[in-house]
């Protein structure tokens, strides 16, 4: 016997915190436990008028960039969508269930009237690294980047597919032998 879903209890009230609804092992919990954020008004400090309308606040701003990038969201259209329904997001930028996020052209008029021509976002990214490394959550002592080459392949009618194995350079060494791969190629 199926049981139909009340859908008056969509509009009931329930009186409830952001805390509570954001579980204690989320990733930004974690990451907000790891990370004081506040060392960003000292960085942009200079950057702001003390004239004119309010801002929006610069760390809820760069922790919005810092959501963009932690799950792979790949727009700031997209990211701003996101953050209006997720309640971990919301939480992790200090903004209430019934509060109006910025509007995603908020970052880009920034970046271009107040951020364009500085080191910045290298500065803030280099001390919130600093501060995951001195957490236990970045291990430093191996940097390995990725400079893969891929052929394109815009004719499709002129393809075929080959198996090559190629041996991949290590970029640190530490006594491990080369390793060989199978990539395939058009």
Do not use: C
């Amino acid at each position: 016997m199926y049981r139909k879903k009340d859908r008056k209890l969509q509009k009931e009230n329930v009186t409830v915190s952001l805390e509570e609804l954001v579980p204690e092992n989320h990733l930004l919990r974690i990451i907000d436990k790891a990370i004081d954020f506040n060392f960003i008004y000292d960085e942009v400090e200079n950057l702001y008028s003390e004239k004119g309308r309010p801002s929006i606040d610069p760390v809820s701003l760069f922790k919005i960039v810092f959501i963009q990038y932690l799950f792979g969201i790949r727009s700031m259209r997209q990211t701003i969508k996101e953050i209006e329904v997720n309640v971990a997001y919301r939480w992790f930028i200090g903004y209430s269930l019934t509060e109006p996020v910025p509007h995603f052209s908020t970052f880009g008029k920034n970046y271009v009237r107040r951020f364009a021509d500085t080191d910045i976002f290298e500065r803030i990214f280099k001390k919130i690294l600093e501060e995951a490394q001195k957490s236990g959550y970045v291990d430093a002592s191996a940097i390995f980047i990725d400079s893969t080459h891929i052929k394109a392949s815009a004719n499709k009618h002129k393809s075929k597919k080959v198996t090559l194995t190629k041996p991949i350079k290590q970029y640190q060494t530490h006594g491990n032998q080369f390793l060989n791969m199978s990539f395939m190629r058009k």
